[in-house]
């Protein structure tokens, strides 16, 4: 399973732009949350979480906005629905809150929540090569396509667009260290 969002760029059809495994580098930081506006006249933010974690963020110290990453120390956040309240250092007033509007808000990579055995971060996943249990090569995971029951790594490879459902009865090993995926194609998967 897959979780969290991640802070790849992605293409012009909307997919991730990866890196074959060899190349990959480590993504310093991920992506919680974007800045819908200011909550109140004082300065507060209303951010939309982009997490599977958002309770949280009300417990950082620092968290990093936009583009340029700048560093904001946090001094009071809560959780409200499907909404988080930041105040930030800095950001005194509605207007200075609505400049950061759409700015995405980001934490060190270390910060993240630690995941049970068998679950992933999509950045994790993003990159990997695949390839059966037969030993083919079908390709690098491009895109993660999460559909509410199971996500769904897209691959692109000799095969071109190859879908494959991030099941057990189909994905046999993770392996991050030598950056591959082991599936075992059900009946019809490839045709």
């Known amino acids: ?3 969290g969002p991640t802070d790849r760029p992605r293409d012009a059809r909307g997919r991730f732009l990866s890196s074959p495994p060899s190349s990959r580098q480590p993504i310093p930081f991920l992506i919680i949350g974007e800045v819908l506006g200011p909550a109140g006249l ?3 933010l209303r951010i939309r979480p982009l997490t599977d974690f958002p309770e949280r963020i009300p417990r950082l110290k620092t968290i990093h906005v936009g583009e340029s ?9 809560s959780v409200r629905r499907n909404t988080v309240i930041l105040k930030l250092a ?3 007033d509605a207007a200075a809150a609505l400049e950061l509007r759409g700015a995405l808000v980001r934490i060190p990579r270390e910060l993240a ?9 999509l950045h994790q996943i993003l990159g990997l090569s695949v390839k059966t249990t037969a030993g083919e090569p079908l390709g690098s995971v491009v895109d993660i396509l999460r559909t509410g029951g199971n996500d769904v790594y897209v691959l692109e490879g000799p095969r071109g667009e190859v879908l494959i459902p991030a099941i057990e009865d189909v994905v046999k090993e993770i392996a991050l ?9 059900l009946p019809g998967l490839l045709e």
Do not use: F, K, N, S
């Open 42 to 44: 004082g300065g507060d």
């Open 90 to 92: 800095g950001v005194d």
């Open 113 to 121: 929540a630690p995941l049970p055995e068998g679950h992933y971060y």
């Open 177 to 185: 260290d030598r950056g591959e995926i082991v599936i075992e194609p």
């Open 69 to 77: 990453l700048r560093p904001y120390p946090v001094v009071e956040a």
């Open 1 to 3: 399973m897959t979780l």
